[in-house]
T-cell receptor, first 115, second 112 residues
Framework: AQSVAQPEDQVNVAEGNPLTVKCTYSVSGNPYLFWYVQYPNRGLQFLLKYITGDNLVKGSYGFEAEFNKSQTSFHLKKPSALVSDSALYFCAVREGSNYGQNFVFGPGTRLSVLP | GAVVSQHPSRVICKSGTSVKIECRSLDFQATTMFWYRQFPKQSLMLMATSNEGSKATYEQGVEKDKFLINHASLTLSTLTVTSAHPEDSSFYIC????????FGQGTRLTVV
């Protein structure tokens, strides 16, 4: 069975500093990994995905994530945080390329960027 | 990019009434759609998989008679919360297939 862990409920970072939101996963096959951001009372916005290829994936709004197969991790990073990055972030995994399969989401990490 | 439209974004209903939530794929055909539920400060939990032209597949613990799903066309899936109760108050989100999955805007249901 697939599972996703986000070990931190909350991450606080000062504006301008680098940020990292951690994610580890467990799948039996090839992982398809995603990051989504959610603003209050809103749906999910896609940030980036890892399917195959380069382990460092660049996405929307200056975010990037690094796929580490040996550590089964897919941490989200940004070199310089903005106050507007404050939101709820979800890591998700889908096993394989079957579009008919659902996503399994991590519990979410609330990011607060302090001015 | 592909767009999934979910309507309504917010609904308040009386206990005992039914509420229908629509999920439309605007520029692509979706043979499969997913319905998620999100409780406050919690993650998204899959409720059911909606398959065009066939019965939905419900996750364990989700009452199929309470959460009716209809996927009558390749662009529309509906979730009807029947005989709603206050404990059904939640944020419901649909998604449709795509390389990264496209999510609707979500529906905040409040049952009073």
């Amino acid at each position: 069975a697939q599972s996703v862990a986000q070990p931190e409920d909350q991450v606080n970072v000062a504006e301008g500093n680098p940020l990292t939101v951690k994610c580890t996963y467990s799948v039996s096959g090839n992982p398809y990994l995603f990051w989504y951001v959610q603003y209050p009372n809103r749906g999910l916005q896609f940030l980036l995905k890892y399917i195959t290829g380069d382990n460092l994936v660049k996405g929307s709004y200056g975010f990037e994530a690094e796929f580490n197969k040996s550590q089964t991790s897919f941490h989200l990073k940004k070199p310089s945080a903005l106050v507007s990055d404050s939101a709820l972030y979800f890591c998700a995994v889908r096993e394989g390329s079957n579009y008919g399969q659902n996503f399994v989401f991590g519990p979410g990490t609330r990011l607060s960027v302090l001015p | 990019g592909a767009v999934v439209s979910q309507h309504p974004s917010r609904v308040i209903c009386k206990s005992g009434t039914s509420v229908k939530i629509e999920c439309r794929s605007l520029d692509f055909q979706a043979t499969t759609m997913f319905w998620y539920r999100q409780f406050p400060k919690q993650s998204l939990m899959l409720m059911a998989t909606s398959n065009e032209g066939s019965k939905a597949t419900y996750e364990q613990g989700v009452e199929k008679d309470k959460f009716l799903i209809n996927h009558a066309s390749l662009t529309l899936s509906t979730l009807t919360v029947t005989s709603a109760h206050p404990e059904d108050s939640s944020f419901y989100i649909c998604s449709a297939k795509g390389n990264e999955a496209f999510f609707g805007q979500g529906t905040r249901l409040t049952v009073v």
